[in-house]
């Protein structure tokens, strides 16, 4: 199983890396390009349920998928709102599917590096991994589906932007803390993290 995860995890970090390397595409020496203000986004996400900064080799073993769109606040792009839709797959607290919004802080840091830092709203929709039963009124009963909770997703991370002939292309990478709440009675707030390595599109004006 640890090999399995070293494997997946190096796929991953290539993949990005690969992404990175495509600068073939140099912007230098270029006309300015216009690009439509709405930009199209997607990727993967390895999820867990753990105290950030905890038990990070677990994530891989529970993988979803995201899309989503941004728009941007200014013209260089460095504020952002991003929404997104997404769910994954989790044998051990069960699987759940989400929609979010976050506000984007986005700093350069080289000319095609830059920083991210996003805070936004989540709803959440966890489904139950086995029968789950409810103390009520002196009796156990059945619960059927899952529990829908409230979270506050605080993303940290990096992206890299190159051009191509239809659009500028921005391969990224964060770790999500996510505090969700009302869970249930006993356990109303509950913690989950998530690297989400994802692909972001802005196509060109015609």
């Not at 789950?132 to 990096?158: C, H, M, R």
């Amino acid at each position: 199983m640890m090999l399995r995860l070293k494997y997946m995890r190096t796929a991953m970090l290539l993949a990005f890396t690969v992404l990175l390397s495509l600068t073939g595409f140099s912007q230098e020496n270029e006309p300015k390009r216009e690009y439509r203000k709405l930009s199209i986004l997607g990727g993967i996400q390895c999820q867990n349920f753990a105290l950030p900064f905890h038990d990070m080799e677990s994530n891989f073993k529970h993988l979803g998928l995201f899309v989503g769109s941004e728009i941007s606040y200014n013209q260089k792009g460095t504020l952002v709102q991003q929404a997104t839709l997404g769910g994954y797959l989790n044998r051990e607290i069960g699987n759940g599917f989400y929609v979010s919004t976050q506000f984007v802080y986005r700093q350069r840091i080289l000319k095609n590096l830059h920083s991210e830092l996003k805070a936004g709203l989540n709803y959440l929709r966890v489904f139950h991994p086995t029968q789950a039963y409810e103390y009520d009124n002196g009796t156990w009963k059945e619960v059927i589906g899952g529990k829908s909770q409230l979270g506050f997703p605080l993303d940290i991370g990096f992206t890299y932007s190159f051009n191509t002939s239809f659009a500028e292309l921005s391969p990224y990478i964060s770790y999500q803390i996510l505090p969700e709440f009302f869970y249930n009675k006993t356990l109303p707030l509950n913690i989950y993290t998530s690297y989400m390595i994802g692909l972001r599109v802005k196509l060109l004006k015609k």
